[in-house]
């Protein structure tokens, strides 16, 4: 099964950022193709072209093979994109949003919350008891917060992620 390209900017965006893309895009498709040329062919320095191509390997993204060049007498690294780690990855990356949304749904559920009245601050109980209840920006008197629409929100975000396709 082939790897959308909404799937590759996805993984690509989040794990190493949009400035690799066309990196991404451009080895997509070849086979082993030395990174002087991709250098030349994206019009960008060779020290960026390894730069972002070194940050995309340690994500599995692209692999390489390294050859001495006969004549001149340096190595070369030749690079393949990694297509059938993408789906890999991009379960990856779901599971780790998700991960992190149930934990802060956790902490929202099991603690009270205390808001600022001028919104500088917003902390759980246990923090705001330390500052006896005065926020540690303006000394104004901080509230109990109800914190129902924010644990909706995060519902609706878990929730979505989950029907997610990409
Ligand atoms: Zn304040």
């Known amino acids: 099964m082939g790897v959308t390209k909404k799937q590759i900017e996805y993984v690509v965006n989040e794990l190493v950022g949009e400035e690799a893309l066309p990196f991404v895009f451009y080895i997509k498709g070849k086979k082993h193709i030395s990174e002087f040329i991709i250098a030349e062919e994206l019009d960008e320095e060779i020290h960026k072209t ?6 995309l390997f ?10 001495k060049d006969k004549i001149k007498g340096w190595y070369i690294c030749y690079w393949d994109f990694n297509e059938k780690t993408i789906p890999y990855l991009t379960s990856k990356i779901k599971q780790g949003k998700i991960e992190k949304l149930n934990d802060r ?7 009270a919350f205390f808001l600022c009245r001028n919104a500088c601050t917003r902390m759980a109980f246990e923090h705001a008891i330390e ?4 926020c540690p ?8 917060q109800n914190n ?5 929100f995060i ?3 878990l929730k979505e992620l989950k029907v997610a396709k990409t």
């Open 131 to 134: 500052f006896n209840f005065k």
């Open 137 to 144: 920006e303006c000394s104004e008197v901080m509230q109990e």
């Open 148 to 152: 129902q629409r924010t644990i909706e």
């Open 50 to 55: 390894r730069n972002i191509l070194y940050r």
């Open 105 to 111: 749904l956790q902490k929202e559920q099991d603690n």
């Open 58 to 67: 340690e994500h599995n993204i692209v692999t390489f093979t390294r050859k």
């Open 155 to 157: 519902k609706e975000k």
